[in-house]
């Protein structure tokens, strides 16, 4: 930071301009190293399916025609799934204020979350408890989103618990407050509506 003393008349302006120059400088570096982080995480489990899947079938002697098929699907969706991802990051970067990365609609959360649990059960590597209320839930959310919040957390359970420990998602509504909350061995996270 450049200082100098207020009597030195242009010369501070410059000083004070340089040093707004730097300082935003150093933000935007801040941002792109967060930006950075966030890619890699994000890829890293695709990346992993992809090829914890592919070099398991490859492995099988006696793999049929549908186990490679089978493989073949999974990869087209976690490809798919590293598109998005792609696709948000786009979306941050873009300097117009036009276009939100938020882009909610109508969700029924009990028929979303069931439909969505093979995902998050092939992310963990085994099985997960989903208990769901009875009646649907709908809120105004965004699916993408939502579901790369989810992943993430099954993702950090698979990361850092053992692999015994077991998970549970829950949804319940309770005095007009919706929540999904994730159940482990080591922790309790909510997301509420």
Not at 75 to 91: A, D
């Amino acid at each position: 930071t450049l200082s100098l003393d207020p009597k030195s008349g242009y010369l501070k302006s410059i000083a004070d301009g340089i040093n707004l120059l730097a300082e935003r400088t150093r933000t935007s570096i801040s941002q792109l190293r967060k930006m950075s982080r966030f890619v890699a995480h994000e890829m890293r489990t695709p990346l992993t399916i992809l090829r914890g899947e592919a070099e398991t079938v490859l492995s099988q002697r006696n793999a049929t025609a549908k186990d490679y098929e089978t493989v073949l699907r999974s990869s087209l969706e976690e490809i798919e799934r590293m598109s998005e991802i792609v696709n948000t990051v786009l979306q941050v970067g873009e300097p117009s204020q036009t276009i939100s990365i938020f882009q909610p609609v109508k969700l029924n959360l009990t028929k979303w979350l069931a439909e969505n649990e093979s995902h998050w059960e092939r992310t963990l590597d085994r099985p997960i408890k989903l208990r769901l209320v009875q009646e649907d839930i709908e809120v105004a959310s965004d699916p993408k989103l939502l579901f790369r919040l989810i992943d993430n957390l099954v993702r950090n359970v698979k990361n850092h618990t053992p692999y015994s420990s077991k998970c549970a998602i829950h949804l319940k509504s309770t005095d007009g407050k919706i929540s999904i909350t994730e159940h482990n061995e080591l922790e309790i996270i909510n997301c509420h509506f």
